[in-house]
């Protein structure tokens, strides 16, 4: 079974239970599996709790195990992929891919990092198309690769039916290993937005995250080149090659990790017509991994002495990642599972400095109820660029990370229920992008 632990910032650190090393306990749900896939029971046994090992014996978890590959098939992942605090326990969701289907499994670990309980879940509901983009006459959809360095992409171009010169946009992801739909449970934003704008006229590329297809380039040194930015210049070139296209009308859209770096890309690419930077920070990662764990803090409302010693232990490990030099550190040092070479990237390159510079168009777009990348962030894009008649920025109140419409703030348990892209967003982008 492949490990988890590449480049997932935003989604993992938004659900650190701070008052727990969510890497021990993602490591721990880790080798669970992987001794039940190699026959390995009593040592799987010995994860209980003393209680639950009476409960429970070795035995029982062969005939669970067996019963398990019977219905599902031969295991080709079981990935740790979020972590919740409840109450006393703490809770690791793994999603489990098989041969015949697939599996998300709830492991139920006390404070002492003993399991007291396994779940299998039923299937979360599946995605649906928005409304805005469910009649599919209005547009196409082809099957690409993207060709990056020696890289191969699996891409999707998808282009208005009824349109000539369109408009088209570049969509980038956000941090984490990612297909080109930046699927999240059942929810697949890019791919909302691709067909939402191709609906009313607008063409687009979007394509697999290299962290997803190639896992074992990121083992040593590297930053947001490798990561991102390298084939996003090449799904630029990519756009340029599609018949009907408006080559002087391209437009990038990086979402998260992605509208962070939309400048750096845009001062890169000179035929670009615009930026479209959605829940884009305009921080330090750091400081927005502070925040997050600062936020969950407030969830759980643990006031105890313990927790908050957890807190602050938790803390001053993220606070590790403020380095802006090796000095005598290695590039592939890793640093809250990431190499030192990757923070000192990010740590000295100032996105909103950037952005000042661009005078390209640019959208930048916030939702009120994003708890990983909050206002404080648009708030500082509004004071450096409101002024500049180059840049919209628009605040959507109910919007969380996803850019769904939400009544609450919430966790990332929101994340899990089916709701496509705000309408209202889609609307815009398009009106904007469509617009001199």
Known sequence: MKKIFTLSLFLLFSTVAFSQNVISLFGKAGQFFELLETAKYTEAHQFFSETEQAKITADNLKEL??????????VKSIDPIRSKVQGDYYTVT???QFEKDEQEFLLVFDKTEKLVGIFMPPKAAA????TYASDTTLYHEKQVYLTSGK??????ITVPKKAVNFPIVVLVHGSGPSDMDE??????PLKDIALGLAAKGIASVRYVKRTLVYPGEFNGAFTVKEEVTDDALAAVALAKTVKGADLKNIYLLGHSLGGMLAPRLGAQLPELKGLIMLSAPSRKLTDVIVEQNNYMFSLAKDTTAASKKSL??????VGQTRITKLDKMKPDSLILGLPASYWIDLNNYNQVETAKK????MFIAQGGNDFQITQNDYNLWNTALNKKPNVRLKLYPELNHLLSPQTAK???SQYQVPVNVSEQLVTDLATWIKGK
Not at 151 to 156: N, T
Not at 312 to 317: C, F, I, M
């Open 65 to 74: 195990w067996a019963n398990i590959k019977v219905k599902l098939g031969a």
């Open 183 to 188: 699927t999240v449970g059942p929810n697949k």
């Open 312 to 317: 602050d232990e938790v803390l001053k490990a």
């Open 410 to 412: 919430g966790d990332m």
């Open 151 to 156: 890289h191969q992409l699996a891409a999707v």
């Open 358 to 361: 661009i005078t390209k168009r």
């Open 94 to 96: 793994c999603d489990g």
């Open 127 to 130: 995605y649906a198309l928005p």
